[in-house]
């Protein structure tokens, strides 16, 4: 739980895509080769994912994918820098709780 993992167009499509059990299984392989078909597939992209630590319907986060944010987060901006995408913080930043985090 919270290891980080990386996945690139071709590691998705090496294997074929299996039957959704959870919400947490992506349809991402299903929407791939669907884009394929239609000839609108992207030819680069990176999916970034944290292991959780259960997959059972709850709210929040468990200790282990909020730890592995900081981690997932330099891995999107250290792709958009590989892209040539010139990042620059907020002049205002929102400092709203993300959703998960707000209460009722």
């Known amino acids: ?5 990386l996945y690139r167009r071709e590691d ?11 919400p947490h299984d992506p349809a991402l392989p299903q929407a791939l080769m669907t ?11 990176l999916l ?5 630590e259960n997959t059972e319907q709850e709210l929040g986060l468990s ?3 909020a730890a ?10 250290d792709e958009l820098e590989r892209l040539g995408v010139v990042l620059r913080p907020r002049e205002r930043p929102d400092l709203q709780p993300p959703w998960w ?3 009722a």
């Open 1 to 5: 739980p919270g290891e980080l993992r």
């Open 12 to 22: 998705l499509s090496k294997n074929p895509p299996g039957p959704r059990t959870t």
């Open 35 to 45: 884009a394929e078909l239609a000839g609108e597939v992207p030819e680069d992209f």
């Open 48 to 52: 970034v994912g944290i292991i959780p």
């Open 63 to 65: 200790a282990s994918v």
């Open 68 to 77: 592995a944010l900081d981690t997932a987060e330099r891995a999107v901006l």
């Open 101 to 103: 985090e707000k209460t």
